[in-house]
């Protein structure tokens, strides 16, 4: 499934019966994987525009007021680099999500921050850190993810470019 330049997987990771190809790809792609009900792992490679992450640009997600992803568990947002590895960073963030210390806008919602330098000192807490240059994907962690996840009718919002 596609949607707001999100790419999710609802069906076949974590249960594979006999077919044993399938199965080699998703443990070459990262072993362990969940079943939907468990977890489900949007994947962004491109902006709201279709044009690929670069950590040369700055972005924001926009959550509107209780519109944060469903789940029973938590979520997390995480970044990995051109290598698919966690991207070296000033504040030693990797990841951000519904268990930090996030700072909502005034109504309610939620602005999450991707770049590579501050947002400013009052954003930080918002800010997950880019590459310093090259390409990026995102994979927003949904664990334990409600209905609405798991039968395709929620998407997380676009990443859109603020530059």
């Given amino acids: ?63 509107a007021k209780e519109q944060l992803p469903p789940v029973r568990a938590f979520w997390s947002l995480t970044m990995y680099d051109e290598r698919q590895l966690f991207t070296e960073n000033p504040l030693d963030r990797y990841a951000i ?17 991707i770049q590579r330098e501050s ?11 880019a590459p310093k240059n090259g390409a990026f994907t995102m994979n927003l962690r949904l664990y334990w993810p409600k209905t609405e996840v798991i039968e395709g009718n929620w998407s997380p919002p676009p990443v859109k470019r603020a530059d």
Avoid: C, Q
Avoid at 98 to 113: A, C, I, T
């Fill in 119 to 129: 947002p400013r000192k009052d954003k930080e807490a918002n800010w997950l850190p």
């Fill in 1 to 63: 499934m596609l949607a707001n330049g999100w790419r999710t997987n609802l069906t076949a990771i974590g249960t594979y019966g006999a077919d044993y190809l399938h199965r080699a790809g998703v443990a070459f792609g990262g072993l362990g994987a969940n079943v939907p009900d468990d977890a489900v792992y949007p994947t962004a490679f491109a902006d709201s525009e279709g044009r690929p992450l670069d950590g040369a640009k700055r972005y924001v997600m926009h959550f």
């Fill in 97 to 113: 999500g519904d268990r930090d210390k996030l700072v909502f806008n005034p109504d309610g919602s939620l602005d999450l921050y």
